[in-house]
């Protein structure tokens, strides 16, 4: 399995929580979402139709999915949606930089700096990773065969942790870069970038 991050919108530039908000990628983004296509067309070559293309709902990752097929050579539009790859819901701090919200409730950002895998930011649909993590986890389990996905970074956070047997901290903090790819060897357990 090889997984791709959106490319980067005007949010990710500002650091703030995107979430489930539907922000569109800016002109770097759709520059690392082609490049990252012309990189994966040629990794998988002749074997391109033995995958199956699924991406998340949200526009970012529809328009990244689209670019990286066109860059690749093959129709844009022929892929798969799955909803369970949609991003984590910050709820009512989708929107701020951590920045603002520091100023204005400070014990509930140190409250997410002490455990941020299992924080749940205000808001009737917000989620933890832990939680995040059971839905990725359903997916990967419905996945039968090889599969170019793209998604968000708080996915492919959960993928370290459940495929990579990465720790809890270690996956709520580590950096998921835009302009790469994962591959995903689920029955030898390893992630890893390319």
């Known amino acids: 399995m090889y ?4 490319g980067q919108t005007d949010w990710n530039a500002e650091a703030r929580l995107q979430g489930q908000k539907d922000i569109p990628l800016n002109a770097l983004g759709r520059e690392q979402a082609r490049d990252n296509g012309l990189a994966l067309g040629r990794l998988l070559g002749d074997t391109v139709s033995d995958y199956d293309f699924v991406s998340s709902p949200l ?16 129709s844009p539009d022929h892929y ?3 909803e369970r790859l949609v991003e984590i819901s910050f ?5 701020s930089t951590l920045r ?4 204005t409730t400070p014990e509930r950002v140190a409250a997410r700096r002490a455990s941020k895998w299992d924080f749940i930011p205000p808001g009737d649909d917000a989620e933890s990773y832990e ?17 170019v996905c793209v998604c968000h970074g708080g996915v492919i ?4 942790r459940l495929i990579g047997d990465m720790s809890r ?5 580590i950096g998921i870069p835009q302009d790469r790819i994962l591959r995903i060897d689920r029955d030898g357990k390893s992630v890893s970038w390319l």
């Open 3 to 6: 997984m791709i991050r959106h």
């Open 157 to 160: 956070r959960t993928v370290f």
């Open 80 to 82: 798969r949606i799955d």
């Open 100 to 103: 603002e919200l520091k100023r």
């Open 169 to 173: 901290e270690e996956a709520a903090e």
């Open 131 to 147: 939680i995040l993590s059971w839905r990725i986890g359903s997916w990967m389990a419905s996945v039968e065969k090889p599969t």
């Open 91 to 95: 709820g009512d701090w989708e929107g």
């Open 59 to 74: 526009g970012r990752a529809r328009e990244t999915m689209e670019l990286a097929r066109s860059a690749m050579g093959l």
